[in-house]
């Protein structure tokens, strides 16, 4: 009976074995986002790295809106320039028309002149000059014609002269309005570009400051619990918190294997206050608080821990199996 019933507790022991690998199991798939703590120091860190980001961002940042401001007063400059070639362009264009209607006059009455010359053969100016009565007569209306006509003739050159300078000086002034309006685009391209980059930093900062914010409430929910569970230990020295997926082991063959020695990686004997971890995450040695269970030292390894999964030792099977699967928090004690 005695043997029937060792052989009953043992199945039993192996379905209790089974339930705790399908709960760890299961907790671990479950929450993937939680495989790795959210320690003190680590989200000290973390800030740390943050908060120089920003500074780098801020930095930028005033970069580029003094960069903004200085094109701004290049604009200013710019467009006082194009106003001032406009008003100059605006002059020249009046003044070109104002002379175009006198050319064009003055042409119009010298071909009136020409044309009653030639309809007046007989009893014109022209006949005039070439039918005097006497030389002196004739020498005289000569003279008077050829001062008409050089006058006629130099108004046409003045006017012609005048137009073509300031048709040409309206061309170099044009050259200089496109100069400037190149000039205007490319500081409008790079105004534009400045201020999609200030856009952008903007957004990262207000992204940054939002995880700042975020991990400063992590901290100070961290510190929380820090302050209340010292305040139950006070003749402990807590530094730190670790949020973890704990287990129950204890020296037992079911639970460490029929070849386990019972003691520890670090030579402890393995029982109630040792606890298997992942080196990588806790320490070996590393003091420990966990609430409920006592101070406990990080002194084993196993293939299964990883991450911030660790084994909470026991003495007896049947505890380790009733404590089951759980995420706790737990303490790291200053040596």
């Known amino acids: 009976m005695n043997i029937n019933r060792f052989l009953e507790n043992i199945k039993i022991f192996k379905y209790l074995i089974f339930i705790v690998f399908i709960s760890t199991f299961i907790a671990i798939t479950l929450n993937p986002h939680i495989i790795f703590a959210a320690d003190l120091e680590r989200l000290k860190g973390e800030k740390v790295k943050l908060t120089n980001e920003q500074n780098a961002i801020l930095y930028n940042l005033n970069n580029i809106r003094e960069e903004i401001d200085r094109t701004k007063h290049d604009l200013l400059s710019l467009e006082s320039k194009i106003n001032t070639l406009e008003n100059q362009i605006n002059n020249l264009e009046l003044n070109i028309k104002k002379i175009e209607i006198e050319l064009k006059n003055t042409i119009k009455i010298l071909n009136e002149k020409a044309i009653e010359l030639y309809k007046r053969k007989n009893n014109s100016f022209f006949q005039a000059v070439i039918s005097p009565k006497d030389i002196i007569t004739f020498f005289k209306n000569m003279n008077l014609f050829g001062y008409m006509m050089k006058q006629d003739s130099e108004a046409i050159n003045n006017y012609i002269e005048t137009k073509e300078e300031l048709i040409e000086t309206k061309l170099i002034l044009e050259e200089k309005h496109e100069e400037l309006n190149s000039y205007k685009d490319q500081y409008n391209s790079t105004h534009n570009s400045l201020l999609i980059k200030e856009a952008e930093y903007e957004k990262k900062l207000e992204e940054i400051k939002i995880q700042v914010a975020k991990l400063e409430n992590n901290l100070k929910e961290i510190e929380g619990r820090i302050k209340k569970i010292q305040s139950q230990y006070p003749n402990l020295n ?7 997926l704990s287990t129950g082991y204890c020296p037992c063959p079911i639970c460490c294997g029929k070849y386990s020695s019972g003691y520890t990686a670090i030579g402890l004997k393995a029982g109630h206050g040792v606890i298997a971890v992942d080196p990588k995450f806790i320490p070996l040695r590393t003091k420990i608080l ?23 030792g026991f003495d007896d099977h049947s505890d380790a199996l009733r404590y089951g699967v759980r995420f706790i928090y737990i303490y790291k004690i200053d040596k």
């Open 238 to 244: 807590i530094v730190d918190e670790y949020r973890v």
């Open 290 to 312: 966990i609430p409920g269970y006592g101070v406990a030292i990080a002194g084993d390894t196993g293939k299964k821990i990883r991450n911030n999964h660790i084994d909470i």
